[in-house]
């Protein structure tokens, strides 16, 4: 009798231990949480300053945990808040086990982790994993002489001749990915920043470590990460020169090369295999920072037993840059149709924001309404990106030496950088947007008076309550979570319009990409749905309760949401 307690008492543990008996848990149509799940990027300088010296921080993003709650997001993506020389913000890490003293400590993490948890909001981290800071203590001793045994975890080689770096590859930001160190007479490689040297991923010891560093995280309550530049985690081992394309030069005023040594090297699959086999012993999910420019590299990046990476992001569909219907159906049904689960963005610290890019300068908001509709209604996760729910714009510097991001100095005035789209969150009509009421770190945007998250939560019409009904359309419908995408008047030059199907239910979107209002017949009938009614969900302008899917008016640039009957 008592062994028969001591046993149950055994497996109630168990099951109550960490979630395990909810770990790897799918839904009917086998969905994991992700599937389901919107994320959220944050840019931790930028999103809010807790204790006022101008600089977002940890403790900053807790205190916007209600705000997350209330907008709906399920998970967060923290840019890099490691100790860092900030070379590149953050994206040159020093130490992979730390918090930077600007962001707060490992104790304001835990804190982050576990006010998140209560809410239901997954923390990620960005996993910086081709190259460190060359302040970084790995680099450090790999530099001090040629037998160090940390040598070959970063990638050295001598020249073709004095002065003559290994080989032409360039770095992505300008002149060339080798740099001379005095102190063993050798080049070092760096795809990025000098300061950023390149990880030798060829040697076990380097997989082994950087394994562990997700692992540590993981078991700290971490639900994944977003694997930063996995394109150039490996070189050829030969270093052979890329070929020169035509004599044109780079905004840097570099010869533009066909990256085919230092780019997309196959290793690099049997590395995201082994991570994702880590990740999966913790239930954790990794983003992929995945730039492709056909749909089967991105198709490799999911592997080829869905193996790799769960959320290779697609910026293909990102980089569409304009309201063309032909191209996002292309661009949907090559991603749609690739065997894995889709991943949609349309903004990042890297690119202009998508109220810039798609804006027409007249119907700003309507058009950031009808991309949100556009990319949270699509069968997939979508990543938003800090800002763009209240309708941020790109605040670009207007003189070099107001420049922060390096690749703006190097590369001005060709290249202005990616300051424009990493200023302060705007919380307020307050000084400083209500971000900080110290200088922030980079001014905020010109219109923060009116494009804040206090203004617009008060204001029915706004982008910010749109974006809050979508995604709370988007959680509760089924329809929308599991539902097949099936495209719709797929010759239509102006009106982009899908249907999403599961069980016998239809949630019909309809998407006025035109300024000149549309009359819409749906021909649901070629797809074997007899409907004459549907109920509208949500639309981005008043529509009737009620409309007839074979007669749908949409104004200019207009979103329309509905539900067959
Ligand atoms: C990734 C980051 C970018 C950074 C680059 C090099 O692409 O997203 O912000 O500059 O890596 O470090
Ligand atoms: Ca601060």
């Given at each position: 009798m008592r062994e028969l307690w001591v046993w149950a008492v055994l497996l109630l543990m168990l099951c109550s231990n960490a979630g395990w008996a909810q770990k790897n848990a799918v839904d009917e149509e086998g969905h994991a949480w992700w599937q389901h799940a919107v994320f959220y990027e944050i840019y931790p300088r930028s999103f809010a300053d807790s204790n006022n010296d101008g600089i977002g921080d940890l403790p900053g993003i807790t205190s916007k945990l209600d705000y997350l709650r209330w907008l709906g997001p399920d998970a967060i993506w923290i840019a890099p808040m490691f100790?860092?020389?900030?070379?590149?913000w953050g994206y040159d890490i020093s130490d992979y086990y730390n918090v930077n003293p600007d962001y707060g400590t490992l104790k304001d993490m835990d804190k982050l982790l576990a006010q998140g948890k209560q809410r239901d909001i997954r923390v990620l981290l960005d996993f910086v994993l081709t190259y460190t800071s060359d302040q970084n203590k790995w680099f450090q001793e790999a530099k001090s002489s040629r037998t160090n045994p940390k040598r070959d975890w970063y990638i050295w080689s001598d020249g073709k001749g004095p002065g003559q770096p290994p080989n032409n590859w360039t770095s992505n930001f300008g002149g060339s990915a080798w740099k001379f160190d005095s102190t063993s007479s050798q080049w070092y490689y760096h795809y990025f920043y000098p300061p950023q040297p390149n990880l030798n991923w060829r040697n076990p010891e380097v997989e082994k470590n950087m394994f562990d560093v997700t692992r540590w995280w993981y078991k700290r309550g971490v639900a994944g990460f977003r694997l930063d530049a996995v394109d150039v985690m490996f070189a050829d081992s030969q270093l052979r020169d890329n070929p020169v394309v035509g004599n044109e030069k780079n905004a840097f005023g570099d010869p533009v090369e066909r990256e085919i040594n230092d780019k997309n090297q196959p290793e690099l699959h049997g590395v995201l295999q082994r991570l994702r086999k880590v990740a999966d012993e913790y239930d954790a999910v990794l983003i992929g920072e995945t730039w492709t420019s056909d749909i089967d590299q991105l198709k490799r990046y999911y592997g080829e037993h869905n193996d790799e990476v769960n959320m290779p992001m697609d910026f293909m569909f990102a980089m569409v840059n304009k309201l063309s219907p032909q191209e996002f159906r292309k661009q949907i049904l090559w991603v749609d149709g690739s065997g894995g689960w889709p991943v949609y963005v349309?903004?990042?610290?890297?690119?202009?924001r998508a109220y810039n890019r798609y804006g027409d300068g007249k119907h700003d908001d309507q058009i950031a309404k009808l991309m949100a509709s556009l990319y949270l209604t699509l069968r997939g996760t979508a990543v938003m990106y800090y800002g763009e729910e209240i309708g941020m714009e790109n605040n670009d510097p207007k003189r070099p030496e107001d420049v922060k991001d390096s690749m703006g100095k190097l590369g001005w005035p060709k290249e202005k950088g990616r300051d424009g789209e990493r200023t302060p969150m705007q919380w307020s009509p307050e000084i400083n947007a209500g971000f900080s009421t110290a200088k922030p770190w980079l001014p905020v945007g010109d219109r923060y008076k009116t494009y804040n998250v206090e203004s617009e939560r008060k204001d029915p019409n706004s982008i910010l309550n749109y974006y809050h009904q979508l995604l709370a359309l988007r959680h509760t419908n089924k329809t929308l979570l599991d539902g097949k995408y099936i495209a719709l008047?797929?010759?239509?030059?102006?009106v982009l319009s899908y249907m999403r199907s599961y069980k016998g239910q239809n949630v019909l979107v309809v998407l006025n990409m035109n300024g000149v209002t549309q009359k819409v017949d749906l021909n649901l009938a070629v797809k074997g749905v007899h409907a004459t009614s549907a109920k509208t969900l949500?639309?981005?302008?008043?529509?009737?309760?009620?409309?007839?899917p074979s007669e749908i008016s949409i104004p200019p640039f207009g979103a329309w949401i509905g539900e067959t009957e």
């Open positions: 100790p860092s020389p900030q070379v590149d349309i903004s990042n610290h890297d690119i202009r008047n797929e010759d239509d030059p102006t949500l639309s981005s302008f008043a529509a009737p309760s009620r409309v007839d």
